[in-house]
């Protein structure tokens, strides 16, 4: 059984800054992507960044410049620094990892999500 787990939202002054993280445990063959999506309310869960294992890097336009992605192929995790945070960021951010386990192929996993508040 694969878990994601997230930890490190919170509220938040705009302008200030938060790391996520989220580690990946279980029978685990191999991790393709490790990304991060947000979902506002009312709104459509959006991807925010992903990272690959070779380590390329993809950002929405809205958060390129602010917030950074990074991968511990070690450790099985991924972190998002947001930096310059903005009330609009202001959604749950969730965990995302394509992977192997024994006897499966190419799967998607999702964490539980950890809700992220910025006050104006």
């Known amino acids: 059984q694969v878990q994601l787990v997230e930890s490190g939202g919170g509220l938040v002054q705009a302008g200030g800054s938060l790391r996520l993280s989220c580690a990946a445990s279980?029978?685990?063959?191999?991790?393709?992507?490790m990304a991060w999506y947000r979902q506002a309310p009312g709104k459509q869960r959006e991807l925010v960044s992903l990272?690959?294992?070779?380590?390329?890097?993809t950002y929405a336009d809205s958060v390129k410049g602010r917030f950074t992605i990074s991968r511990d192929n070690a450790k099985n995790t991924v972190s998002l620094q947001m930096n310059s945070l903005k009330p609009e960021d202001t959604a749950v951010y969730y965990c995302?990892?394509?992977?192997?386990?024994?006897?499966?192929?190419?799967?998607?996993?999702w964490g539980k999500g950890t809700q992220v508040t910025v006050s104006s």
């Open positions: 995302n990892a394509v992977l192997k386990t024994i006897g499966s192929s190419w799967t998607n996993y």
């Open positions: 279980g029978s685990m063959l191999s991790i393709n992507t």
């Open positions: 990272v690959i294992s070779g380590g390329s890097t």
